[in-house]
C-alpha cells in the first residue's frame, strides 16, 4: 500500500484538473469513509474552504451516499431536506462512491454554482474516474 501523502497529491491534481476543465464543477473534493465512527473525512479539494470536514453517515448527500453506495445527482439542493449547505453560491450537487475491492471507502463530491447541469454522462464519466483511482489503492 502506498503511503496517503503520494495518494493526496495525485487527488488533489484530479480535483484540479476536473474543476480547471468543466465549467460547472465548481467544488471537486473527495470525502474518505471510517467505518469505525461511521464519519466522512474531508481529504483533498479545490474550491471554496468548508466547514464540513467531518460528516456523519447519513448526514447531508455525502452522508446518504456513505450508506446507499449509490450515486446521488442533486439537480436544485434547495429542494433537499437532508443537506448540508457549504456556500449560499452552490445550486446542485453529484456524488459518486469510490469502490476499492468492493468496499465504499469514500466518494467524490462536486458542487456547481448552476441549476441542473449533471447528465447521465457525469456520472458515467465520475464512475470512471473513480476507478482509475481506486487502482491507486
Ligand atoms: N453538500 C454536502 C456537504 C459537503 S460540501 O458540498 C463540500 C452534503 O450535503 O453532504
Redesign the pocket.
Known sequence: QKPDIEINEKLKNLCQYLQDNVSYYN?V?Y?FANHDNQTLH?GP?VGAE?D?TV?PFG??????VAVSNQNFVVPD?AA?D?????SIT?KS?I?VPLFVRGENIGQI?I?SHVIDPFTESDERFLEFVNKEVAKLY
Not at 437532508?82 to 457549504?86: D, M, S
Request: with cysteine; proline share 0%.
Open positions: 467544488w473534493g470525502y474531508l479539494y468548508t464540513h460528516i448526514k447531508g448527500i455525502c452522508g446518504q439542493v433537499q437532508n443537506y448540508i449547505a457549504c452552490v450537487e456524488v463530491d458542487d
